[in-house]
Protein backbone atom coordinates (compact mmCIF):
# COMPACT_ATOMS: atom_id res chain seq x y z
CA UNK A 1 0.00 0.00 0.00
CA UNK A 2 1.55 3.27 -1.23
CA UNK A 3 1.80 6.04 1.64
CA UNK A 4 -1.05 8.25 -0.06
CA UNK A 5 -3.34 5.30 0.24
CA UNK A 6 -2.24 4.77 3.93
CA UNK A 7 -2.51 8.18 4.86
CA UNK A 8 -6.08 8.24 3.18
CA UNK A 9 -7.07 4.93 4.80
CA UNK A 10 -5.77 6.33 8.44
CA UNK A 11 -7.34 9.66 8.02
CA UNK A 12 -10.65 7.97 7.07
CA UNK A 13 -10.57 5.84 10.17
CA UNK A 14 -9.93 9.01 12.68
CA UNK A 15 -12.89 10.75 10.79
CA UNK A 16 -15.14 8.19 11.65
CA UNK A 17 -13.93 7.49 15.24
CA UNK A 18 -14.40 11.64 15.81
CA UNK A 19 -17.80 11.55 14.09
CA UNK A 20 -18.92 8.48 15.96
CA UNK A 21 -17.81 10.32 19.56
CA UNK A 22 -19.37 13.34 18.91
CA UNK A 23 -22.61 11.41 17.97
CA UNK A 24 -22.33 10.06 21.17
CA UNK A 25 -21.88 13.17 23.00
CA UNK A 26 -24.33 15.87 21.40
CA UNK A 27 -24.54 17.54 24.09
CA UNK A 28 -20.95 19.13 24.02
CA UNK A 29 -22.06 20.27 19.98
CA UNK A 30 -25.21 21.72 21.40
CA UNK A 31 -23.84 23.80 24.39
CA UNK A 32 -21.75 25.58 22.14
CA UNK A 33 -23.86 26.10 19.13
CA UNK A 34 -26.58 27.54 21.70
CA UNK A 35 -24.35 30.71 22.36
CA UNK A 36 -24.40 32.10 18.64
CA UNK A 37 -28.73 31.18 18.34
CA UNK A 38 -29.44 32.87 22.07
CA UNK A 39 -27.37 36.05 20.64
CA UNK A 40 -29.02 36.18 17.65
CA UNK A 41 -32.21 35.95 18.75
CA UNK A 42 -31.70 38.84 21.70
CA UNK A 43 -29.68 41.54 19.70
CA UNK A 44 -32.77 40.72 16.54
CA UNK A 45 -35.68 40.91 19.18
CA UNK A 46 -34.42 42.64 22.53
CA UNK A 47 -31.50 45.48 20.26
CA UNK A 48 -33.32 44.82 16.92
CA UNK A 49 -34.86 47.64 16.63
CA UNK A 50 -32.30 50.38 17.97
CA UNK A 51 -29.69 48.54 16.45
CA UNK A 52 -31.32 49.16 12.72
CA UNK A 53 -31.32 52.64 13.80
CA UNK A 54 -27.41 52.60 14.59
CA UNK A 55 -26.47 51.12 11.21
CA UNK A 56 -29.09 53.14 8.93
CA UNK A 57 -31.86 50.59 9.10
CA UNK A 58 -35.45 51.03 8.38
CA UNK A 59 -36.29 48.11 10.67
CA UNK A 60 -35.83 45.24 12.21
CA UNK A 61 -35.34 43.35 9.25
CA UNK A 62 -32.29 45.45 8.05
CA UNK A 63 -30.43 44.49 11.17
CA UNK A 64 -31.48 41.23 10.52
CA UNK A 65 -29.39 41.28 7.68
CA UNK A 66 -26.63 42.82 8.95
CA UNK A 67 -26.32 40.47 11.56
CA UNK A 68 -26.78 36.89 10.52
CA UNK A 69 -23.49 36.92 8.82
CA UNK A 70 -21.42 37.48 11.50
CA UNK A 71 -23.72 35.06 13.87
CA UNK A 72 -22.79 32.43 10.94
CA UNK A 73 -19.15 32.60 11.58
CA UNK A 74 -19.24 33.22 15.33
CA UNK A 75 -21.32 29.38 15.02
CA UNK A 76 -17.60 28.55 13.50
CA UNK A 77 -15.96 29.65 16.80
CA UNK A 78 -18.06 28.49 19.08
CA UNK A 79 -17.96 24.60 17.42
CA UNK A 80 -14.48 24.29 17.06
CA UNK A 81 -14.14 24.76 20.58
CA UNK A 82 -15.21 21.59 20.95
CA UNK A 83 -11.80 20.37 18.58
CA UNK A 84 -9.53 21.40 21.47
CA UNK A 85 -11.98 19.91 24.16
CA UNK A 86 -11.91 16.43 22.43
CA UNK A 87 -8.29 16.65 21.40
CA UNK A 88 -6.97 17.23 25.26
CA UNK A 89 -9.46 14.59 26.28
CA UNK A 90 -7.54 11.88 23.97
CA UNK A 91 -4.15 13.65 25.27
CA UNK A 92 -5.53 13.46 29.00
CA UNK A 93 -7.02 9.76 28.38
CA UNK A 94 -3.43 8.47 26.96
CA UNK A 95 -5.15 8.22 23.26
CA UNK A 96 -2.52 10.29 21.64
CA UNK A 97 0.70 8.92 23.23
CA UNK A 98 -0.85 5.53 22.06
CA UNK A 99 -1.52 6.47 18.88
CA UNK A 100 1.88 8.16 19.02
CA UNK A 101 3.47 4.52 19.25
CA UNK A 102 0.69 2.33 16.37
CA UNK A 103 1.52 2.04 12.95
CA UNK A 104 -0.86 4.61 11.55
CA UNK A 105 -0.02 7.60 9.59
CA UNK A 106 0.89 9.78 12.50
CA UNK A 107 -0.63 12.94 10.91
CA UNK A 108 -4.10 11.11 10.40
CA UNK A 109 -4.97 11.28 13.95
CA UNK A 110 -4.78 15.28 14.02
CA UNK A 111 -6.36 15.21 10.32
CA UNK A 112 -9.56 13.16 11.85
CA UNK A 113 -10.27 15.28 14.51
CA UNK A 114 -9.87 18.47 11.62
CA UNK A 115 -12.12 17.26 9.30
CA UNK A 116 -14.46 16.04 12.03
CA UNK A 117 -14.48 19.82 13.57
CA UNK A 118 -14.85 21.30 9.70
CA UNK A 119 -17.83 18.81 9.14
CA UNK A 120 -19.38 19.92 12.56
CA UNK A 121 -18.90 23.56 11.73
CA UNK A 122 -20.37 23.92 8.79
CA UNK A 123 -23.56 21.51 9.68
CA UNK A 124 -23.81 23.72 12.91
CA UNK A 125 -23.44 27.14 10.52
CA UNK A 126 -26.47 25.28 8.58
CA UNK A 127 -28.52 25.11 11.48
CA UNK A 128 -28.14 28.46 12.83
CA UNK A 129 -28.45 29.79 9.00
CA UNK A 130 -31.68 28.17 8.80
CA UNK A 131 -32.98 29.67 12.50
CA UNK A 132 -32.26 32.90 10.66
CA UNK A 133 -34.25 31.91 7.75
CA UNK A 134 -37.08 31.71 10.24
CA UNK A 135 -36.78 34.77 11.42
CA UNK A 136 -36.62 36.32 8.26
CA UNK A 137 -33.05 36.66 7.22
CA UNK A 138 -33.07 36.78 2.90
CA UNK A 139 -30.49 36.41 0.21
CA UNK A 140 -32.47 37.00 -2.56
CA UNK A 141 -29.62 38.74 -4.77
CA UNK A 142 -27.03 36.29 -4.35
CA UNK A 143 -25.90 34.35 -7.45
CA UNK A 144 -25.23 30.66 -7.61
CA UNK A 145 -21.37 31.32 -7.66
CA UNK A 146 -21.32 33.82 -4.34
CA UNK A 147 -23.30 31.22 -2.75
CA UNK A 148 -20.46 28.80 -3.68
CA UNK A 149 -17.90 31.36 -2.84
CA UNK A 150 -19.45 31.87 0.30
CA UNK A 151 -19.72 28.57 1.12
CA UNK A 152 -16.03 28.00 0.47
CA UNK A 153 -15.08 30.71 2.14
CA UNK A 154 -17.32 29.16 5.21
CA UNK A 155 -15.24 26.17 5.25
CA UNK A 156 -11.81 27.47 4.61
CA UNK A 157 -12.32 29.56 7.49
CA UNK A 158 -13.69 26.93 9.81
CA UNK A 159 -10.66 25.01 8.62
CA UNK A 160 -8.26 27.58 9.80
CA UNK A 161 -9.88 28.25 13.47
CA UNK A 162 -10.14 24.08 13.61
CA UNK A 163 -5.95 24.00 13.11
CA UNK A 164 -5.86 26.76 15.90
CA UNK A 165 -8.21 24.97 18.33
CA UNK A 166 -6.18 21.78 17.82
CA UNK A 167 -3.02 23.06 18.61
CA UNK A 168 -4.33 24.85 21.94
CA UNK A 169 -6.36 21.06 22.41
CA UNK A 170 -2.25 19.69 22.58
CA UNK A 171 -1.07 22.18 24.44
CA UNK A 172 -3.83 22.38 27.59
CA UNK A 173 -2.50 20.51 30.51
CA UNK A 174 -6.41 19.32 30.63
CA UNK A 175 -9.78 19.29 29.23
CA UNK A 176 -10.95 22.52 31.00
CA UNK A 177 -7.97 24.92 30.59
CA UNK A 178 -8.14 23.23 26.86
CA UNK A 179 -11.32 25.18 26.40
CA UNK A 180 -10.24 28.52 28.52
CA UNK A 181 -7.51 28.70 26.09
CA UNK A 182 -9.95 28.96 23.08
CA UNK A 183 -12.82 31.12 24.60
CA UNK A 184 -11.49 34.46 22.21
CA UNK A 185 -12.72 31.90 19.38
CA UNK A 186 -15.55 33.06 20.46
CA UNK A 187 -14.68 36.63 22.34
CA UNK A 188 -13.58 38.08 19.02
CA UNK A 189 -16.23 37.93 16.74
CA UNK A 190 -18.16 40.42 19.95
CA UNK A 191 -15.34 43.39 19.18
CA UNK A 192 -15.19 42.80 15.23
CA UNK A 193 -18.23 44.04 12.36
CA UNK A 194 -20.55 41.38 13.46
CA UNK A 195 -22.86 43.55 15.10
CA UNK A 196 -22.07 47.28 14.40
CA UNK A 197 -20.07 48.53 11.70
CA UNK A 198 -16.31 48.90 12.68
CA UNK A 199 -16.09 52.92 12.01
CA UNK A 200 -19.07 53.30 14.50
CA UNK A 201 -16.87 52.25 17.22
CA UNK A 202 -14.92 54.57 19.57
CA UNK A 203 -11.45 55.40 17.77
CA UNK A 204 -8.99 53.68 19.86
CA UNK A 205 -11.23 50.66 19.66
CA UNK A 206 -11.52 50.65 15.67
CA UNK A 207 -8.32 49.24 15.52
CA UNK A 208 -8.86 46.23 17.43
CA UNK A 209 -12.46 45.17 15.32
CA UNK A 210 -10.39 45.85 12.06
CA UNK A 211 -7.32 44.34 12.36
CA UNK A 212 -8.34 40.86 13.23
CA UNK A 213 -9.52 37.95 11.46
CA UNK A 214 -13.06 37.86 11.82
CA UNK A 215 -14.17 41.49 10.24
CA UNK A 216 -12.82 40.95 7.13
CA UNK A 217 -14.27 37.12 6.91
CA UNK A 218 -17.66 38.42 8.08
CA UNK A 219 -17.63 41.60 5.66
CA UNK A 220 -16.52 39.61 3.18
CA UNK A 221 -19.40 37.00 3.70
CA UNK A 222 -22.18 40.05 3.98
CA UNK A 223 -20.87 40.90 0.46
CA UNK A 224 -21.24 37.87 -1.06
CA UNK A 225 -24.62 36.93 0.76
CA UNK A 226 -26.51 40.38 0.84
CA UNK A 227 -24.30 42.60 -2.26
CA UNK A 228 -22.61 44.75 -0.01
CA UNK A 229 -19.29 45.66 -1.11
CA UNK A 230 -16.47 43.93 -0.12
CA UNK A 231 -13.39 45.86 -1.38
CA UNK A 232 -9.84 44.42 -0.03
CA UNK A 233 -11.40 42.28 2.89
CA UNK A 234 -12.15 39.09 0.30
CA UNK A 235 -8.04 39.09 -0.08
CA UNK A 236 -7.65 39.78 4.02
CA UNK A 237 -9.72 37.19 4.76
CA UNK A 238 -7.90 34.63 2.53
CA UNK A 239 -4.79 35.34 3.72
CA UNK A 240 -5.77 35.39 7.60
CA UNK A 241 -7.12 31.93 6.41
CA UNK A 242 -4.24 30.84 5.01
CA UNK A 243 -1.84 32.24 7.50
CA UNK A 244 -3.81 30.39 10.39
CA UNK A 245 -3.91 27.18 8.57
CA UNK A 246 -0.14 27.13 8.23
CA UNK A 247 0.15 28.62 12.23
CA UNK A 248 -2.41 26.16 13.15
CA UNK A 249 -1.02 23.32 11.17
CA UNK A 250 2.76 23.65 12.37
CA UNK A 251 2.04 24.36 15.78
CA UNK A 252 -0.18 21.33 16.05
CA UNK A 253 2.25 18.93 14.34
CA UNK A 254 4.92 19.94 16.54
CA UNK A 255 3.30 19.29 19.83
CA UNK A 256 1.81 15.78 18.69
CA UNK A 257 5.55 14.95 17.24
CA UNK A 258 7.77 15.93 20.13
CA UNK A 259 8.50 13.10 22.52
CA UNK A 260 6.50 12.51 25.60
CA UNK A 261 8.54 13.52 28.99
Known amino acids: MSSLSLAVRDSNTMLRRNLLHARRYPSGTLNLLLTPIMMLLLFVYVFGDVMSTGIGGADRSD ?133 IPADTMPGWFQPIAEYQPFTPAIETLRGLLLGTEIGNNGWIAIAWCVGLIALGYRWSTAQFNRDPK
Do not use: C, K
Not at 71 to 78: A, H, Q, V, Y
Not at 111 to 134: E, K, P, R, Y
Not at 170 to 182: C, D, F, Q, T, V
Open 63 to 195: YIAYIVPGLLLMTIGSTVIGAAVYVSMDMAEGLIARFRTMAVHRPSVLIGHVLGSVLQSVMSVILVGAVGVAIGFRSTDATTLEWLAAFGLIVLFALALTWIAVGMGLAGPNPEAASNMAMPLILLPLVSSAF
